[in-house]
């Protein structure tokens, strides 16, 4: 079974960055393989899309708010696809979740949590002065 491991999270100043990482872990799941999305929940609000990559194509999407400030990015050799911060804001505080699109299908401009799976438990990002 597949499980995702997010990491990376912590507290920054407005104005500060973060790299979060996204990790398989017990399987044969591979990056290059599979499409993965990074998405985020704050506070009483529902969880939204920040960025995705397909697998095969290599083609990624972000959301307007994060567009020219995130990205996304995958390294083979270590099976890992990374979120890269900058210019944090405090409306970017939240817990930030990947998955897993298992038909390399669903990363569109509006990146959509609906068709994602296997998630992983998150990690915390808070952006404060």
């Known amino acids: 079974q597949v499980q995702l491991v997010e990491s990376g999270g912590g507290t920054v100043q407005p104005g500060g960055s973060l790299t979060l990482s996204c990790t398989p872990s017990g399987s044969d799941f591979t990056v290059d393989f599979y499409g993965i999305g990074w998405f985020r929940q704050a506070p009483g609000k529902e969880r939204e899309g920040v960025a995705c990559v397909r697998a095969r194509t290599g083609i990624k999407n972000y959301v307007d708010s994060v567009k020219g400030r995130f990205t996304i990015s995958r390294d083979f050799a270590k099976n890992t696809v990374f979120l890269q911060m900058n210019r944090l804001n405090p409306e970017d505080t939240g817990v930030y979740y990947c998955?897993?699109?298992?038909?390399?299908?669903?990363?569109?401009?509006?990146?959509?949590?609906?068709?994602?799976?296997?998630w992983g438990r998150g990690t915390q990002v808070t952006v404060s002065s």
């Open positions: 998955a897993t699109d298992l038909y390399d299908t669903y990363c569109t401009s509006a990146v959509s949590p609906e068709k994602y799976t296997y």
